[in-house]
C-alpha cells in the first residue's frame, strides 16, 4: 500500500528532490556576495596583495556565465548515459569541486575553479527543469515557480552558514593602509582562519540536499506518462492546475522567424540591463555597505533577507505576469528597481533603510523567472527550449559588461557613478517594454 502510494504521487518528490537540488547548486552564487569581503581579505593576509573589488566579483560573474551557457551540454550527455548516472556524476562533481576549494589560497586558482562550479552548476539546473517538465507536463510553469523560489531561498542558506561558520562573534572590519590605498578588510586571526572552512560547510549541506535526487530523479516510463496525462484530463480533485488554464493561441513565431522579430532583440536588451542589477544586489551588497555598516552580522542579514525577497519576487512575478501579462510586469518592476540601484549608494549610511533598499531591489530581480513565459507570450511555444535558451545567452554578455564596468569604477570613476550605471539602463528597459510589448 505504502509503495503504491509512494509511485502514485512519484511527480510530487520529483518536485521535492529539484527544489532541494536547485537550491543546493545556487548556495555558491547567491552567498557569493556574503563570501566576498571574507576571501579579499584572507587573500591579503596571505599574499600581502589587494584583490581589486572588480577582481573578487569576476569569480560570481564566471559563475552566472557557467550556468547561463553550458547547460546545454547536459542535453546532450543524456542521449549517451543513463540519467540517474549522469545525476550522480554531476552531483558527486559539483560537492568535491567546492570543497576543493578548501585547499586553496591563490586567487588564480580560486577563479578557475569558478569556472568548473558555474559550468556543473548550468548542466544540473538543466536536467532539473527537463524532470520538472516531464513528470508535470500540464503544471511545469507552476513547479518552476515553486523551483526559482527554492533557489533564491539558497541565498539565505549560504548567508547564514558565512556569519556562523566565519565570523560568529561578529568581528568587524577595519580600514588598513595597503600599497593600493586605505581599504576595510578583516584583520582578526580567527576570521581569517576559519574563511576556507565555508567551502567544507557547504559541500557538506550541498551533498545532503543532492542525496533524495540521486535516488529519485529520472525520467518516467511510458507507462507513467499515460497515468499522468488520465490524472490529468479528470475531474478529480488532483487535476486542478496550478496555473489559470491556457489563453488563447498568440504567435507562432519558428527560430528564424524570432531573429526577424524587433521584439526579441529588446526582449534581448531587456534581460542584459537585468543581469546588471541582479550582480549588483546579490554579489555587490556587502562591499557597497561596508563602508557605512560596520557590522558583519547585520551585512549578512542584508543579504540573507535579500535572498528571501528574491525568493518571493520570482513567484509574484510570475503571478502577475499570468494575470497582466509581459508589458504590464516587465515595465513596473524595471521602474522600480532602477532608481533603487541607483540610491543604495545613499541609502547605506542608514543601515535600515539600506536593507529595506536591497530587498526591493532584490524582490524586482525576481523577475528573472518571467523570461521563459515572456518568450511564450511575445514568440509562443513552438522551440520554446530553445527560444529561452537564446534569450537567456544575453545574461552572459550583460555580465561581461558587468565586470568591465567594474574596472571603470576601480580607476575612473567612483561608486556613486558605477551604481547610477547599473541603475538607469533599468529604465530605458522599463520604457521598451511599456512601447515595444503590445
Sequence with gaps: MARSCFYRNYNWWVLICVCLGSMAFSVPFFSYGALLPYLSSMFYHTSGKVTSQAAMALQPVILLIGITLTGSLSGILEYYMNVRLLNFLLSASFVLVVGFSYFIDS???LTIVAVLIGTLAGQINVCNVARLS????????????????????????????????????????????TTSGPEMMFVDDY????TKDIWLAWAGTIAIMFLPG??????????????????????????????????????????KDLFRSPKFYILYLIILILSLTLLTSTELYKFIGIEA??????????????????????????LI????????????????????????HYSKWNK???????????????????IAPACQELFGSRDISLKYALTLSAESIGCVLFFILQLGQQYLYGESVFLALMGAPSILAAILAFFCFR
Design 134 to 177: 516531464e513528470w508535470n507536463p500540464r503544471k511545469s510553469g507552476a513547479a518552476n515557480g515553486i523551483m526559482g523560489f527554492f533557489m533564491g531561498m539558497s541565498g539565505l542558506v549560504g548567508s547564514v552558514m558565512c556569519s556562523a561558520v566565519i565570523n560568529p562573534f561578529n568581528k568587524e572590519p577595519e580600514l588598513v593602509n
Design 293 to 318: 555598516i560596520n557590522d558583519d552580522k547585520f551585512l549578512n542579514l542584508v543579504g540573507a533577507l535579500g535572498a528571501v525577497a528574491n525568493a518571493f519576487g520570482r513567484v509574484t512575478w510570475g
Design 214 to 255: 540521486v535516488f529519485i530523479l529520472r525520467p518516467p516510463t511510458p507507462e507513467e506518462v499515460c497515468t499522468q496525462d488520465d490524472i490529468l484530463s479528470g475531474d478529480s480533485f488532483e487535476s486542478v492546475e496550478l496555473l489559470p488554464r491556457a489563453k488563447p493561441a498568440g504567435p507562432d513565431y519558428g527560430v
Design 191 to 194: 576570521v581569517l582562519d576559519h
Design 321 to 344: 505576469l499570468d494575470r497582466f501579462g509581459t508589458r504590464a510586469t516587465y515595465t513596473v518592476a524595471f521602474f522600480i528597481q532602477g532608481p533603487l540601484t541607483m540610491t543604495l
Design 107 to 109: 586567487y588564480v586558482v
Design 352 to 370: 535600515w533603510g539600506y536593507l529595506a533598499n536591497l530587498c526591493i531591489v532584490s524582490f524586482c530581480t525576481g523577475i528573472f523567472t518571467c
